[in-house]
Every structure is written in structure tokens, then in C-alpha cells.
């Protein structure tokens, strides 16, 4: 897709911190933007500041035909869109003291099987077309493990590892899959931490970030760039050295 030229965006995820940051970068970029979360009142009132580029349309990633409906009403009304961002996240953290087998499988549904969901529903108008874009909100946290962040990061890194084991198969056919590496942004997740959040930024910050990415080509779209780069040297690290590390982020027990 050409940068500069007014695109229209299907935003999964777009009710809150950096999704609805971004459909505001996006609206005022001259862009369409179908915008979908669980609650249609807030995309309601949304859409009701720009009538004529928002549309509104509920949708549940864990839900497969709540996604489905979701795009053949858009496909009605709008079109096939340029570019899919899956943005839909939840977040906990979780020490080992509270292990918790549910919190994995509630993680990993939206994070993980949601991105798989959306995907599932917009490949094949994609390949018929032979263009358009699928982007994955994924995370810095999940490029190497993280005390305190296991359900998380697990669902993060899966979304990852999707992202680089589809591309070449969509490359082939004329789409492009994209991962956005958000690293610390204020939201009402990251609210849920209580450890220094180094490089902390806000959504609106994040979404300018975004917005210029989305305008390119690359694979991963980093929000901030500084703090993801530090992830990216931690990546290359040994084991020895990288424990080393992440021990010293250990709180002392009953903190």
C-alpha cells in the first residue's frame, strides 16, 4: 500500500488505551476506520464524533461468528478494508506463589486465539484479492521471558512466532502480515504493575509511533523504539547472563 494514500483500517481492540489512541492518529490522518470491541456503546460514541470515517461494529475475538458477522456487515457497508489491525489484549500479572492455570487460558484466549480468530476470518478475502495487510498487537514482553509476566509474555511471544511463520505463505500471495511491539504504555493494564516501568510512554505517543510504522513496509512496528531495542540486546544475551538479570528483578516473598 502506498504511503500517504487515505486507507481504510478494520481496528479490533479500539475502545481503550492504545487502540482508541490510535483510531483518533488514524481519523485525523484522513483515514476510514471500522472500529470494533465488545461494547457497542462505546464504539457508538466513538463513531458519533466523525460519522462519515468511523464506523462502529461490536465484536468478541474470542468469538469466531461474532467476528465473521462483524465483517460481512463491514464488507456491506464499507468494503474489504486495506489493513486489519488485531489489537484486542488482557493483561495480569502473576508470580509463581499464584500460579494459575486459568489466567493462562483467559490470556491466551484474547491475546493469542483471538489474533488466530481475526485472521481466520479475513484471509480468504485477502488471497482472493491478492492484497491488503494483517497486524498483530503483540509485545516486547514477549521476546524473552519476564519474572512476574509468564501468562502474558507466553501469549505474546505465540503471537510473534505466528506472525514470522505466516508471513512468507502471505508474502506469496500478495498479503502482508505485520507485528506492532508496543513496549510500556500507560494504560489501564499497565496500571495493574507495580514495578518500575522503564521508557513509559502514553497511548497517544504510542499511536504517532504506530501511525508512522503503519505507513511503511517493515515486518515490526516498535512503540518505543528505545526500550525495544534494549529488549533486542537482552534477546541476544546467554542464559547465564540474561538469569542473571531477571533474578534481580525478583521481589523479596510476601512483597
Given at each position: 500500500?502506498?504511503?500517504?494514500?487515505?486507507?481504510?483500517?478494520?481496528?479490533?481492540?479500539?475502545?481503550?488505551?492504545?487502540?482508541?489512541?490510535?483510531?483518533?492518529?488514524?481519523?485525523?490522518?484522513?483515514?476510514?476506520?471500522?472500529?470494533?470491541?465488545?461494547?457497542?456503546?462505546?464504539?457508538?460514541?466513538?463513531?458519533?464524533?466523525?460519522?462519515?470515517?468511523?464506523?462502529?461494529?461490536?465484536?468478541?475475538?474470542?468469538?469466531?461468528?461474532?467476528?465473521?458477522?462483524?465483517?460481512?456487515?463491514?464488507?456491506?457497508?464499507?468494503?474489504?478494508?486495506?489493513?486489519?489491525?488485531?489489537?484486542?489484549?488482557?493483561?495480569?500479572?502473576?508470580?509463581?506463589?499464584?500460579?494459575?492455570?486459568?489466567?493462562?487460558?483467559?490470556?491466551?484466549?484474547?491475546?493469542?486465539?483471538?489474533?488466530v480468530?481475526?485472521?481466520?476470518?479475513?484471509?480468504?478475502?485477502?488471497?482472493?484479492?491478492?492484497?491488503?495487510?494483517?497486524?498483530?498487537?503483540?509485545?516486547?514482553?514477549?521476546?524473552?521471558?519476564?519474572?512476574?509476566?509468564?501468562?502474558?509474555?507466553a501469549?505474546?511471544?505465540?503471537?510473534?512466532?505466528?506472525?514470522?511463520?505466516?508471513?512468507?505463505?502471505?508474502?506469496?500471495?500478495?498479503?502482508?502480515?505485520?507485528?506492532?511491539n508496543?513496549?510500556?504504555?500507560?494504560?489501564?493494564?499497565?496500571?495493574?504493575?507495580?514495578?518500575?516501568?522503564?521508557?513509559?510512554i502514553e497511548?497517544?505517543?504510542?499511536?504517532?509511533?504506530?501511525?508512522?510504522?503503519?505507513?511503511?513496509?517493515?515486518?515490526?512496528?516498535?512503540?518505543?523504539?528505545?526500550?525495544?531495542?534494549?529488549?533486542k540486546?537482552?534477546?541476544?544475551?546467554?542464559?547465564?547472563?540474561?538469569?542473571?538479570?531477571?533474578?534481580?528483578?525478583?521481589?523479596?516473598?510476601?512483597?
Amino acid at each position: 500500500m502506498t504511503a500517504g494514500r487515505a486507507r481504510t483500517y478494520w481496528l479490533v481492540g479500539a475502545s481503550s488505551g492504545i487502540g482508541a489512541a490510535l483510531v483518533d492518529r488514524l481519523v485525523a490522518g484522513g483515514h476510514r476506520v471500522v472500529i470494533s470491541a465488545r461494547r457497542q456503546a462505546v464504539l457508538d460514541e466513538r463513531a458519533a464524533r466523525d460519522p462519515d470515517r468511523i464506523l462502529a461494529l461490536a465484536a468478541d475475538v474470542t468469538d469466531l461468528d461474532s467476528l465473521a458477522r462483524a465483517w460481512d456487515e463491514m464488507l456491506d457497508r464499507w468494503g474489504m478494508p486495506d489493513s486489519v489491525i488485531l489489537n484486542a489484549g488482557d493483561y495480569e500479572p502473576m508470580g509463581l506463589a499464584d500460579f494459575d492455570p486459568t489466567l493462562f487460558e483467559r490470556l491466551m484466549r484474547v491475546n493469542f486465539l483471538g489474533a488466530v480468530n481475526g485472521i481466520q476470518v479475513v484471509k480468504d478475502g485477502f488471497i482472493r484479492r491478492g492484497a491488503g495487510e494483517i497486524v498483530l498487537t503483540a509485545s516486547v514482553a514477549g521476546y524473552r521471558g519476564l519474572p512476574y509476566s509468564s501468562p502474558y509474555g507466553a501469549s505474546k511471544a505465540a503471537m510473534i512466532n505466528l506472525a514470522e511463520s505466516l508471513r512468507p505463505e502471505f508474502a506469496r500471495e500478495g498479503v502482508a502480515i505485520r507485528v506492532i511491539n508496543p513496549g510500556f504504555v500507560r494504560t489501564a493494564l499497565t496500571d495493574k504493575n507495580d514495578f518500575p516501568m522503564p521508557g513509559r510512554i502514553e497511548p497517544e505517543e504510542a499511536a504517532r509511533r504506530i501511525a508512522v510504522g503503519l505507513a511503511g513496509r517493515g515486518f515490526e512496528i516498535l512503540a518505543p523504539r528505545g526500550f525495544g531495542y534494549v529488549m533486542k540486546v537482552l534477546r541476544l544475551l546467554p542464559y547465564r547472563m540474561y538469569f542473571a538479570i531477571t533474578r534481580r528483578m525478583l521481589r523479596e516473598p510476601g512483597q
